[in-house]
């Protein structure tokens, strides 16, 4: 099937080295002409372990190709996906103007029949919409029929979602469409559910609002756990072995960031609003996600009163490992607010570093190098789980640190082996570790 996909960010790169991977002919188009370049000559324009080896060998099997010219990637595809991005607007709705554009591109290009698939994140009822906006616009006696199918892979592990994601959604108006496109997708192996087009539009806002608020449940228990003197990880086990709970997502820390659930949540939000609807589960569950982002200043200052000229390691810019996505990433909120107060901060990132001063407007450096963060550093704070990270062994920062104290927003380590370091630690949900000299 010759496919194109609009739309080369995360999901439209990933959608498009995965359709050609499992035979298809794909042509991604993309307005950005710097990032079409980067892929032609091989080069990935995102951080996504497994992608790039992917994506050169459908290149050189022919099979995928990257254009800045709409006209050329659409010539003669029957089936167009729709992935570009839907940020959020400044009162937290879906802005929908780039899938409004890309829409029109494509109506005023095509010279033959297509079915629109409408990967992008949308408000229930833009599929519809969005066909009308087509309608409009296309040269007489073309024929577009539309279809939602939202994207559910995580950043990070985008590959291993797409071929072993636990459903793929397809929304249509007729049986036709639902079954072409189930044909398209049926080498990925997944389960489909076919749907109409609200609901599976509906679906993936859902999910999100869901999976957020599991995140928020837990943040609020471990905040519970510290005055209470529990373990939330203990918590959270037992709970999770309950199957009607499960154990997914229910890992407390310093809140949820990404490109995806602070918009969606927020997009949910203002849609029930539209409809006089007011949903106060999910507006609680964006509100302790917002204070939960502040936690771990409020600790900091509980301990040293005043951080001002002290030296603090920030460890991990990126809202989780495995990305360079900093997108509504806790690091945007902690490293001003650390700045702020006057402390000398340093950012530590195995990949994203060089992001830091473009995305962060603060007074802050930037590493790739844990140990030079570490170095002579007052105190740290750890943001993102990255696997280095994680496998560092807390007697590290005692080696290195000037004052051995860490406030860990992921709780990366065990509060044994922090106590066995003699580190003095502070994680989310669980006891401090302070050791008998710092006292
Ligand atoms: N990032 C994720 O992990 C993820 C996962 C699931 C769903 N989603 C949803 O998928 C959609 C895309 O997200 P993303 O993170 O890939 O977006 P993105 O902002 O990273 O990328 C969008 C791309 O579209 C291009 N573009 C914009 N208008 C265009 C046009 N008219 N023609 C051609 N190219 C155009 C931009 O240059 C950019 O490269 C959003 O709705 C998002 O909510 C994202
Ligand atoms: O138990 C958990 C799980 C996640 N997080 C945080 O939640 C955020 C989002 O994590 P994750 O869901 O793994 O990453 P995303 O790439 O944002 O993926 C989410 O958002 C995408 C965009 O819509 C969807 O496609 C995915 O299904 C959905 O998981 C990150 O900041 C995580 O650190 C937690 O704090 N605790």
Sequence with gaps: MKIAVIGTGYVGLVTGVALAEIGHTVTCIDVDPKKVEALNQGVPTIYEPGLGE?????QKQNRLFFTDQHKLGLADAAVVYLAVGTPQNTDGSANLSYVERAAVEVAEQIDHPVVVVIK??????????????????????VFIR?????????????????????RMIIGTEDEATASLLAEINEPFGIPIVKTDLFSSEMIK?????????????????????????ANVEEVAKGMGMDHRIGSAFLRAGIGYGGSCFPKDTNALVQLAGNHHHTFNLLKSVI?????????????????????NGKKVAVLGLAFKPN????????????????????????????????????????????????????????????????PDIKRMDPETYV????????????????????REANLEYYSIGRPNVVPEVSK
């Design 146 to 166: 539309i279809a939602s199918n939202p994207e559910f892979l995580r950043e990070g592990s985008a590959i291993h979602d797409t071929f072993h994601g636990d």
């Design 54 to 58: 992917m994506m050169l060998r459908n």
């Design 205 to 229: 806002y859902a999910s999100n609002a869901f999976l957020a608020t599991k995140i928020s449940f837990i943040n609020e228990i471990a905040n519970l756990c510290e005055k209470l003197g």
């Design 287 to 307: 509100e302790v996600n917002n204070q939960q982002h502040r936690l771990l200043i409020d600790k900091i200052l509980e301990r040293f009163g005043s951080i």
């Design 323 to 386: 990305t360079d996505d900093l997108r509504e990433s806790p690091a945007l909120v902690m490293i001003p607010q650390l700045a702020a107060l006057g402390a000398d901060v340093i950012g530590y990132d195995p990949i994203a570093a060089d992001r830091g001063t473009k995305w962060i407007s603060a007074p802050a450096r930037y590493t790739n190098h844990v140990a030079e963060a570490l170095d002579g550093a007052d105190f740290a704070v750890i943001i993102t789980d990255w």
């Design 399 to 418: 080696r290195l640190m000037d004052q051995p104290i860490v406030f860990d927003g992921r709780n990366c380590y065990s509060i044994a082996a922090a």
């Design 120 to 141: 992008s994140t949308v408000p229930v009822g833009t599929n519809l919409r969005i066909k009308r906006l087509m309608m409009r616009r296309i040269r007489p006696g």
